[in-house]
Nanobody
Framework: QVQLVESGGGLVQAGGSLRLSCAASGRTFRMNAMGWFRQAPGKAREFVAA????????YYPESVKGRFTISRDNAKNSVYLEMNSLKPEDTAVYYC??????????????WGQGTQVTVSS
């Protein structure tokens, strides 16, 4: 079993920045890819970013490419999402996920509880 706990969400103005963190515990040796997804009210959960075990490969959808950066610290069993130039349409609950080896696509096996990000216009 793997437990994922997100932190760092909040309210920010459009154009601002936020950094999300995700701490993993449990059977972390089984984790390979880690990533972030988000879900806005009334919409399906969507992929935001993924990173492989070594941190050498990342993958983003076009909607966030160039604005969001995913990184990880395996010594701390943590993954981060740096979000810049935030837009109101980035408002959503952001979920940390842990999965298998693939990052494109990433297939999550575990989810965090989510952290709210609200971007005001």
């Amino acid at each position: 079993q793997v437990q994922l706990v997100e932190s760092g969400g909040g309210l920010v103005q459009a154009g601002g920045s936020l950094r999300l963190s995700c701490a993993a515990s449990g059977r972390t040796f089984r984790m390979n890819a880690m990533g972030w997804f988000r879900q806005a009210p009334g919409k399906a959960r969507e992929f935001v970013a993924a990173i492989n075990w070594s941190g050498g490969s990342t993958y983003y959808p076009e909607s966030v490419k160039g604005r969001f950066t995913i990184s990880r610290d395996n010594a701390k069993n943590s993954v981060y999402l740096e979000m810049n130039s935030l837009k109101p349409e980035d408002t959503a609950v952001y979920y940390c996920a842990a999965g298998g080896s693939s990052i494109a696509p990433m297939i999550p096996g575990y989810w965090g509880q989510g952290t709210q990000v609200t971007v005001s216009s």
